[in-house]
């Protein structure tokens, strides 16, 4: 299949490139610049640099391929860059039976203990845009799928290290989101990755799918799992240190199964879970 990927250089999506290609699929990644297309053309997919937000442009590479993965995003303007693939999607792939694979968030669905994705969506204000994207597209005539990652860890990479390793104190202790007691949604990048080709490769459009292994730990566990010590925040000092709608989105208490996610394509996580591998890297680094 000739899949048309975006942020192919990024976290997760270096990981779906990685995974594309050893399924034998031809990719053509659009880039940012000269050197993120050399970058991807060394790992086997041809590098097209080119700009999203040029409907016109995007368009056309939409409807050149046999498939395509959204995976890029825009820190400086995260709704407006999003809404504008979404939109070239409608333009490119309405009527067609090309899949088109779309990234949500499970933060989109606020708390809850056992999430579905048939649950209304409640979102933080940080990801307050997102539903109207996903509206957007939903609402038009593409197969298409919007995964919703959990917390994505693996490779020392993510928001893990940055809430752990990023938020010691002087004297070496994590300083918690809040009690810490919230449960987070996880799974590994790898797995998050072979999820996307699933998706892909089954064909037709499935809606809203949690990215989730089902392995849901508190925070005060996953900070207790890389071996230092750990010290409660009051929920305002998480929000003074984080900023309020940061805050907001961490201090989320979600579970969700990922069960759906289980019946597409065979799908099944493998990966170490958030929990062990933190107390191997523990472990190796205390030899």
């Known amino acids: 299949m000739h899949v048309l990927l975006t942020g192919a250089t990024g976290y997760i999506g270096s990981s ?56 890029a995003s825009d820190p400086d303007d995260a ?8 939109e070239a999607a409608v ?13 949500g968030g499970c933060w989109v669905y606020g708390a809850g203990d ?12 940080l990801t307050a845009w997102r539903p109207g994207v996903i509206a957007l597209l939903e609402a038009a005539d593409v197969p298409v799928t919007v995964v919703h990652p959990g917390i994505v860890h693996g490779g020392g990479k993510g928001l893990v290290p940055m809430t ?16 810490g007691s919230q449960h987070w949604t996880t799974i590994h990048v790898d797995d998050l990755a072979d999820l996307y080709v699933a998706v892909l490769e089954a064909g037709s459009g499935f809606a809203d799918v949690l990215g989730v292994s089902g392995q849901n730990p508190t925070f005060a566990e996953i900070a207790a799992a890389t071996g230092a010590e750990t010290l409660p925040e ?5 929000r003074e240190r984080l900023g309020d709608a940061f805050a907001e989105a961490m201090l989320l208490d979600q579970q969700a199964s990922g069960d759906k996610a289980r019946a597409i394509g065979g799908w099944a996580p493998k990966r170490p879970g958030l929990l062990e591998e933190l107390r191997a890297q523990a472990s190796g680094t205390n030899r």
């Open 16 to 71: 779906v490139l990685s995974a594309l290609l050893s399924r034998g699929h031809d990719v053509t990644a659009v880039v940012r610049g000269d050197d993120k297309a050399a970058a991807v053309r060394e790992r086997g997919a041809t590098g097209v640099v080119a700009d999203l937000m040029d409907r016109d442009e995007a368009v056309r590479l939409m409807r050149a391929a046999n498939g395509v993965i959204h995976l």
């Open 234 to 238: 009051e929920p305002a000092a998480t």
């Open 164 to 179: 752990t390793e990023g938020a010691k104190d002087d004297a070496g202790r994590i300083r918690l989101v809040g009690d």
């Open 79 to 86: 709704e407006g860059f999003d809404r504008a693939v979404a």
């Open 114 to 125: 056992a999430i579905e994705e048939t649950d209304p969506y409640d979102p933080p204000a």
């Open 91 to 103: 333009d490119a792939l309405s009527g067609t039976d090309t899949p088109y694979v779309h990234t």
